[in-house]
């Protein structure tokens, strides 16, 4: 990529005069100018082992009980907040992920909206919700939570959504924002969840809430139904004077390829397998040192944010994640470019004083692909009066391995046809691998370590009541 100042000025044009014609605000612009100049500027992202020192010990949520009655006295000045930009593009869909039916019939939207709602009927007040949707998001969302509206906003000023930005996807070969003429709509980009302290300001929706008191925020992602609000974390984030905390949770070997926490010259940071030297990769991924990872639960104090924004000029200086794609991803033979995003946890290293929580496995589930899907829509979890997403107490074997055969199960619309009549019963299945075409009827158990395998080119059914076990 050519460095030199008169191309970076005609970058910045270029790049400013598309974000403007899409109608982003001028802090939107200037920040993704800010990234940018980071990617002509040769920007290392790697972490190396020789950076960082591993966090070897955090204080539970679950001994955080005494903070609970600090907790439920700040009701009136928290909010609820929920990224829910994504379109569940990997598992075939075309409209918000959150909008997929995951448990009883309910979509993860229909069950947040209800948690908000049991909250309400619990503790005689609302504690409002609001969305951080994207341009693809933001109409089929709020259709469908119209239904739920009455419940989820304490205070009709507060906005039931904000919008995320857009940004240009930038030419590997000219630096300049990309050009297709076959779909324009694919020379853009979500900028990464990091842009929601960007979109919090531009929105109004940050100034919004600071005018009406609340002064705390709790933040997930829309797609993991353990994120529930926790008045014993709250009340310990209170009252430790953190301007941020991240909930993070023990590492597994599922887990070794994700991002960790870890201790920094300065506090503590978010490092991505991204960021990590080739050669240290073992040591990246040895779960016995590297011992926590991060949830995406966050907790912020939205006065420390305001100001630190403001000492700024509204742009927090987090590290850039440079994705190498094509322009359209699903022709690898189109024009390569750069994706400029930054990750919402990676804040941690931009507060001083920001802290950490350890909290169990049950407030991260998320699904990301069809194997949780139907680990949840199975009796494995039940959905409680409150709306929470637990595992069943009948449960006694831990937590399932699933791993469907993506020929045939990847997508919704393939998954839902071989489990048109739900999820087999897997209460005492200890894990499950199916590969090969099989449908599945009414009724069925499955139960210990199950591999179920069709050579055959045609599909196979299993008959409404079966019960098959495995070693």
Not at 132 to 141: K, R
Not at 353 to 370: D, I, L, S, W, Y
């Amino acid at each position: 990529m050519n460095k030199d100042n008169s191309s970076l000025n005609e970058a910045s044009r270029q790049i400013t005069e598309r974000m403007q014609a899409v109608r982003m605000p001028q802090l939107a612009i200037d920040t993704f100018l800010h990234h940018y100049a980071k990617l002509r500027a040769g920007a290392r992202m790697e972490i190396p082992e020789s950076d960082i020192r591993p966090v070897t010990d955090l204080p539970s949520s679950l001994d955080l009980g005494q903070h609970e009655p600090a907790g439920r006295s700040l009701m009136g000045k928290t909010v609820i907040i929920k990224l829910n930009g994504g379109l569940g593009t990997s598992m075939g869909l075309d409209k918000a992920k959150s909008l997929l039916p995951v448990k009883n019939g309910m979509s993860f939207l229909d069950i947040i909206a209800c948690q908000v709602s049991a909250l309400r009927r619990k503790l005689g007040f609302s504690i409002p919700l609001v969305l951080m949707n994207s341009f693809s998001t933001e109409e089929d969302s709020l259709a469908a939570l119209h239904k739920h509206k009455e419940f989820i906003s304490g205070s009709p000023d507060i906005p039931l959504s904000f919008l995320q930005h857009q940004v240009p996807k930038i030419s590997k070969a000219t630096g300049l924002p990309v050009t297709f003429p076959a779909d324009p709509e694919m020379e853009w980009c979500p900028p990464g969840h990091g842009d929601i302290y960007t979109a919090l300001v531009t929105s109004g929706v940050l100034e919004n809430l600071l005018s009406r008191g609340i002064e705390y925020a709790f933040v997930s992602n829309a797609d993991n139904l353990g994120a529930t609000l926790d008045f014993s974390i709250l009340g310990y984030f209170a009252s430790g004077g953190s301007p941020f905390m991240m909930e993070v949770t023990e590492r597994t070997a599922a887990d070794r390829k994700g991002g960790h926490l870890a201790q920094g010259r300065s506090g503590l940071l978010l490092r991505e397998i991204a960021q990590c030297p080739a050669a240290e990769l073992d040591a990246f991924q040895n779960i016995a040192v590297h011992r926590y990872f991060n949830t995406n639960n966050l907790w912020i104090n939205l006065r420390r944010l305001d100001a630190a924004l403001r000492a700024s000029q509204g742009i927090l200086d987090l590290p850039l994640i440079i994705n190498q794609k094509t322009v359209d991803p699903c022709d690898k033979n189109s024009e390569a470019v750069y994706q400029l995003e930054t990750a919402m946890g990676s804040a941690i290293s931009a507060f001083e004083g920001a802290a950490a929580v350890c909290v169990p496995r049950t407030r991260f589930a998320p699904v990301k692909t069809t194997n949780d899907l139907l680990a949840l829509w199975s009796d494995i979890y039940d959905l409680t009066q409150e709306y929470h997403v637990v595992v069943s107490p009948r449960r006694t074997l831990g937590t399932i391995d699933i791993s469907l055969d993506p020929s045939h199960y990847k997508l919704m619309k393939d998954f839902d046809e071989r489990f048109r009549c739900g999820a087999p019963s897997l209460i005492d299945c200890e894990s499950l691998t199916i590969t090969g075409d099989i449908y599945f009827e009414d009724h069925i158990r499955l139960q210990g370590r199950l591999l179920l395998k069709n050579r055959g080119r045609k599909g196979v059914c299993i008959p409404a009541g079966t019960t098959i076990c495995g070693r």
